[in-house]
């Protein structure tokens, strides 16, 4: 599953609002009062939400609100000066700072007034803003807070480190910047997919990739812009408006339309984040955007009957998603429970000429009617390349000769060594159900290779001038390893069947 949706309970959610929800959790709340033009509120954001994240990580009940006072009213809190920091404990203030706060002053204003408790702040990797940290082995199995780029590099790419030089200075208080030498990663080349170097390493709360776009200052800014860009922001009619102007044709946009907000946020607000570098999800409560989509749903309201019961309101039904894509509104059909099924819906809405290749398809693709040419990838890489390759092959056909899959090598690791041993990650193979035979070509793909590459595959192929891989006195091994990769598949989706059977 290439894109995994988060489903967790309302802890340290940070809610971008003029006022809390009704039912956002209040036990603890730390409200953050900002403006967007105040440089030293723009230093100290990060800090809160790195806060945020190690509370949400230690499973801590605490509501952080962050409240922009040139769009909202702050005079009744009597703010007369921000960044401000106001701290409440059930419903009554405990405790303000003024000003900017290194973060272990706001660590301390926390733990003491409040239960919670101070180790989950410790083993912090020190930074040092507008300069590139200088990092160890051992800070990879510490954990990075906020965004990291991360340059792993060699004797020979005294460029590159020129230039996240220069991105440190440019980004100073917003983003990390760190360098490792190639001679002390041995033991995180398998932990972070690198085969080769120079690897920049993108670190965001949840969010780790490799960086696969040109290797230039203009173009790694634009990247860390929308890195940094807020996820799962607020859509009104007129935003919506200005944003498919600024999109391209078929591109999607998908929305959380919603009544809840902390529901909305439960549901997707991780999911929005770590998935905002691939696809852009926006929430909206606006009454006029549910009228454009015809899309309504409902409030929790208070019956009219004697009992004066409150009538039971389905998630479903307070929190829809949808997807805008060429003028028109498509709903998700599946629960919101099932983060699957919606993973592979959001998929297939981002990328509708490509198939991903789960345990549900994986028989019906290794032993279809239909060759099938299959990216090889983790975390997504190149996907968007093999989508608009295959549209373009499907542009003015009623069908396609061929199938277009990917596989997340992640959710089948014993794939390449058991059937195309030795392929590196990206790759692009094409398999011939008829024959059993897998074709392909070693090569180490990327941006600027890939289209060429894989137009040629395919041409060698429809030409008969592949040559099967991996050699011919595997191909009866290999045939017998996809059995057994899907006799091991129907087994574990027996497993699963037989343990929810047990579980209802």
């Given at each position: 599953m290439l894109l995994f949706i988060h489903f967790y309970s309302i802890l340290s959610e940070i809610l971008e609002t003029c006022t809390l929800p009704e039912n956002a959790p209040t036990n603890i709340v730390l409200k953050k009062f900002y403006r967007e033009t105040c440089p030293h509120c723009q230093r100290l954001a990060p800090l809160i939400e790195e806060?945020?994240?190690?509370?949400?990580?230690?499973?801590?009940?605490?509501?952080?609100?962050?409240?922009?006072?040139?769009?909202?009213?702050?005079?009744?809190?009597?703010?007369?000066?921000?960044?401000?920091?106001?701290?409440?404990?059930?419903?009554?203030?405990?405790?303000?700072?003024?000003?900017?706060?290194?973060?272990?002053?706001?660590?301390?204003?926390?733990?003491?007034?409040?239960?919670?408790?101070?180790?989950?702040?410790?083993?912090?990797?020190?930074?040092?803003?507008?300069q590139v940290v200088r990092l160890r082995e051992r800070d990879f199995y510490t954990g990075f807070d906020g965004p990291w780029v991360i340059l792993f590099y060699t004797s020979k790419d005294s460029h590159l480190r020129e230039i996240l030089n220069e991105v440190s200075k440019i980004y100073s208080e917003k983003l990390n910047v760190g360098e490792i030498p190639s001679s002390e990663t041995q033991n995180l080349t398998h932990r972070f997919n690198i085969q080769s170097y120079p690897v920049l390493l993108i670190l965001y709360n949840g969010i780790n990739m490799v960086y696969n776009h040109k290797m230039d200052l203009p173009t790694l800014s634009d990247y860390v812009d929308e890195l940094l860009e807020p996820s799962f922001k607020e859509l009104t009619l007129d935003a919506f408006n200005t944003t498919i102007k600024n999109r391209k044709i078929g591109d999607p946009i998908f929305i959380v339309f919603n009544t809840n907000l902390s529901l909305a946020n439960s549901y997707f607000r991780q999911a929005a984040h770590e998935y905002k570098m691939k696809a852009k999800i926006y929430k909206t409560s606006d009454p006029d955007l549910?009228?454009?989509?015809?899309?309504?749903?409902?409030?929790?309201?208070?019956?009219?009957?004697?009992?004066?019961?409150?009538?039971?309101?389905?998630?479903?039904?307070?929190?829809?998603?949808?997807?805008?894509?060429?003028?028109?509104?498509?709903?998700?059909?599946?629960?919101?429970?099932?983060?699957?099924?919606?993973?592979?819906?959001?998929?297939?809405?981002?990328?509708?000429?490509?198939?991903?290749?789960?345990?549900?398809?994986?028989?019906?693709?290794?032993?279809?009617?239909?060759?099938?040419?299959?990216?090889?990838?983790?975390?997504?890489?190149?996907?968007?390349?093999?989508?608009?390759?295959?549209?373009?092959?499907?542009?003015?056909?009623?069908?396609?000769?061929?199938?277009?899959?990917?596989?997340?090598?992640?959710?089948?690791?014993?794939?390449?060594?058991?059937?195309?041993?030795?392929?590196?990650?990206?790759?692009?193979?094409?398999?011939?159900?008829?024959?059993?035979?897998?074709?392909?070509?070693?090569?180490?793909?990327?941006?600027?290779?890939?289209?060429?590459?894989?137009?040629?595959?395919?041409?060698?192929?429809?030409?008969?001038?592949l040559k099967p891989y991996p050699p011919k006195k595997s191909y009866i091994m290999s045939y017998l390893m996809v059995l057994g990769v899907i006799i091991g598949i129907g087994l574990l989706l027996l497993k699963k069947g037989v343990a929810t059977k047990k579980s209802d």
């Open positions: 806060i945020g994240v190690r509370l949400e990580r230690s499973n801590t009940p605490i509501t952080i609100q962050s409240v922009d006072c040139g769009k909202c009213e702050c005079s009744k809190e009597e703010i007369d000066a921000v960044p401000q920091l106001i701290l409440y404990k059930n419903n009554g203030e405990v405790g303000r700072m003024k000003g900017y706060k290194e973060f272990d002053e706001i660590v301390t204003f926390l733990t003491q007034n409040t239960d919670i408790n101070p180790k989950i702040f410790k083993h912090r990797i020190k930074k040092h803003p507008g549910f009228q454009k989509a015809n899309i309504f749903p409902k409030k929790e309201i208070e019956n009219t009957n004697e009992t004066k019961e409150t009538e039971h309101v389905k998630d479903e039904d307070m929190v829809i998603l949808a997807v805008y894509r060429n003028g028109i509104f498509h709903q998700c059909p599946e629960k919101l429970t099932n983060g699957y099924k919606i993973s592979e819906w959001i998929f297939h809405a981002h990328f509708p000429h490509i198939t991903i290749i789960n345990n549900d398809n994986f028989f019906t693709i290794f032993h279809g009617l239909k060759p099938a040419v299959i990216l090889l990838t983790r975390e997504e890489e190149l996907v968007d390349q093999f989508e608009k390759l295959s549209a373009n092959r499907h542009i003015g056909l009623p069908f396609s000769e061929k199938v277009y899959g990917v596989i997340n090598v992640d959710d089948y690791p014993l794939f390449i060594p058991s059937l195309v041993p030795n392929l590196p990650v990206p790759s692009v193979f094409i398999y011939n159900p008829f024959r059993q035979y897998f074709y392909a070509q070693r090569i180490l793909l990327n941006e600027n290779n890939f289209n060429d590459f894989v137009e040629e595959l395919i041409e060698k192929y429809d030409e008969n001038k």
